[in-house]
């Protein structure tokens, strides 16, 4: 029969094991969701080169699936903030005119 000590100590590395196991299905879920929101952004930032200045656009027209519709908004809001484009209203965005000034 094992001793106390190697009980507690048994059960104690199959707990960890399991935390372990849990902690790295985590990290790898969120390494996906991350490379898939910069991809979203990257292919947001490549359509949006091709749109006309002042054209005005919705979330929507990205015709992204409609459980990563967050990371277009979060996307398009990070880009109004870095000046990339410019925000009519809530959910209206537009490419601005690129002037000297």
């Known amino acids: 029969m094992p001793a ?6 048994s059960w104690y590395l ?5 935390f ?10 969120l390494r996906h969701d991350n490379e898939t929101i910069m991809n979203i952004a990257k292919e947001i930032r490549r359509r949006i080169a091709g749109f006309s200045e002042d054209y005005v ?3 929507s027209d990205f015709e992204i699936e409609l459980q990563n519709q967050s990371a277009v908004v979060k996307a ?4 109004v903030e870095s000046g990339e484009i410019s ?15």
């Open 57 to 59: 656009f919705t979330a």
């Open 87 to 101: 925000k009519l209203a809530k959910g209206r965005f537009y490419k601005p005119r690129k002037t000297q000034f």
């Open 14 to 18: 199959l707990i960890m094991s399991r």
């Open 76 to 79: 398009l809001n990070r880009m």
């Open 4 to 9: 106390k000590g190697d009980v507690d100590a």
């Open 20 to 29: 372990l196991r849990n902690k790295r299905d985590i990290l790898l879920y």
